[in-house]
C-alpha cells in the first residue's frame, strides 16, 4: 500500500492557445497555425484514495456526476494512473477561446505521468489531453491541445498532427475579449449544419481557408509581418462568411486595425470569445485603443522557438 507520506506528487503544465489561422477548417483536415501563449494552466496530481479535482474555485468528487470529473477519470484511463486529488491553478481566461481547458487537459496529462515517473512523449501527453477535450467538445481537432503542449508556433493537421513551425521574428499578439464565449461545440455543428444545406458555399470557404494558411506559412517563415496580418484579415472575412463572427468581434478588429494592428481576427471557435491582433512593433498602441473601446486586452509574444515538441 502506498502511504500519503511516499506518494509521488506530479507537476505539469500546459500553454493558453491562439489559432492563428485555420480554425473550424481543421476541423474538415485542412490545415491550421496555432501558437501557445505565455498564460497557461499548472496541474498538482497526489495519488490518493479516490479521486477529486479542483479547477481554481470549482471542486468535483469522484461519483458526483460532474463532466470535470469525468473528464479526470478519461484522462486516468487513458494514461493507466490510479485515483488522484489533483489541483489545478489557471491563469488563461477560461471559456474565451483561448484554449483553457486543452491548457487544463495537457497540464493534468503531465502531472499523471509525473506520478507514474514515466518520462512524457508527445503522443501520450496529448492522448491524455484529447480524452479530456473529447468531454467538453465532442470531436475535438487536436489544434487546441496541441499548442497547448507545444508552447510556440506549430503548423497543425489533424491526419499528421502537430509540427513546429519556426518564426523568423517573434509575433507581438494582442488578444481582447470580444463579448461572451459561445460553445465550441455548438459553432462546429452550426458550421457541420450550414455544410449539409449549402455543401458548396462550405467547400468553397475551406478551400479559401487552405490557401490563406498555406500562404500564412510562407510569410511566418520569411519573416513577412504584413502579408501574415493581411491573410488573418481574409481569414476574418470568410469565417464571417460561415456566420462565425459578431457585431463586437468586427468592432473589435475594427478597432485593432485603426489602431496599427497588421491584422485582426476571432480565433478559436467564434461567435463572441477573444480576437487576435498581429502587432508591428509594439503592441501598446492596439492594447490601450482596445481597453478604451471597452474591451479587455492583453499582450503576448510567440517566440522564435518551440520548446515542447521534442520527440
Ligand atoms: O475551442 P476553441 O474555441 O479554441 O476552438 C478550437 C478550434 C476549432 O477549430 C473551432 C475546433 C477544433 O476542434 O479544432
Redesign the pocket.
Known sequence: MTSSADARIGLGRGNG?V?LLG?????YGMP?IAAGISLGATARATPSASSSIRIAERRAHAGDGSELITALERIRQELGAGPQQVEVDVEVPLGS???G??AIGVAVSRALLATLGEAETPRRVLAGADAWERVF?G??????AAAAYAGGCIWFTKEAGPEPLFVDLPLQLVICLAGP?AS?KQ??EGVQRLGERRPDLLGKSLAGIESLVKNAKLCIQAGDLSGLGQLMNYNQMLLSGLFLSTPEIERACAVARAAGALGAKL????GG?AVVALCDGSPQTVEEALRAADFAAFSTVVQASVGGLRP
Do not use: F
Open positions: 492557445k489559432v480554425e473550424h477548417a481543421v476541423v491550421a477561446g483561448l484554449g481547458s486543452a467538445h470531436n475535438p481537432s487536436g489544434v487546441d464565449p465550441t459553432m462546429v480565433t478559436g471557435a467564434g470569445g
